[in-house]
């Protein structure tokens, strides 16, 4: 019988710090101009070889187990293309909420991807692996940058920013409830989505003033999520009358919402209270 492999992946919650809907294209798709970021948030995953089935999905989340999600259909299909006569075992500890515009599964789905190329050593390049990744959703490429970065197109287009970001933290409110990407841009395509210029917000990298750029934090989806979750208009209304407003903007397409803070210059904890009555409040480092 052959020995028993093991890798093991975090997959890392994504924010964005900025995300402007630039239209619809003629296949469906969006195109999109973000500003991403990592933050210490992570699913757990390791993978071992062998296994009842091909793949095998075992988490604290039913969703993940079942044989009708993102993260599955990657796995199956990387491992009939690349390892047809192996099975494997995923296991996940899922610690990112689902629908909290966080790019759970799509993180979860690079690190499969990731995960599977280091367990069989296949020898897939980083250009490869984040092609196939595209072909699974557009959050996906972002999940295998280790840094900031400009995200344009749908997703595609990738470019590394200069930003230091080792000083602040983000303070997540989540109102705990899921919000479908699909429902809102279906929404937006149909009452149109907000445009921002993200010119200044580039100039401000540039010049490394981090403190102009917490101001000009923007997002097309939040005015289309507010109306469709009126939880998540609430945790930003409250997160802004306890902290002002720079640096406070959701992510994604919702639900959680992010205020950007220096950690040592902000007493985080006398203001929390109010917030966790109601909403799940954490504090994670920037990647």
Known sequence: MDEKRTVRRLARAKVNLFLNVKGRRPDGYHDLE????RISLADGLSFVSG???RVVIRSNDP???NHDNLVYFVARDLMESHA???HVTIEID???PAGAGLAGNSADAAAVIEGLNELYQWGISPAAMRDFALLY???IPYCFEPRPALVEGIGERITPLEIDLSEYAVLLVHPKVFVATDQVFKK???VGFPTYDIGPVLDAVRNKNLPRMFELLRNSLEEITFSLSPETKKAKEMLIALTGSDGVVMTGSGAAVLKIVNPSQFNLYDRLDVLSDK???NIYNFL
């Open 279 to 281: 909403f799940s409040v």
């Open 94 to 96: 899922k610690r990112i």
């Open 137 to 139: 959703g557009a959050d």
């Open 63 to 65: 969703y993940l187990q």
């Open 51 to 53: 296994g009842d089935e």
């Open 34 to 37: 973000m500003i991403n970021a």
């Open 84 to 86: 047809p006569d192996e």
């Open 188 to 190: 937006g395509d149909m």
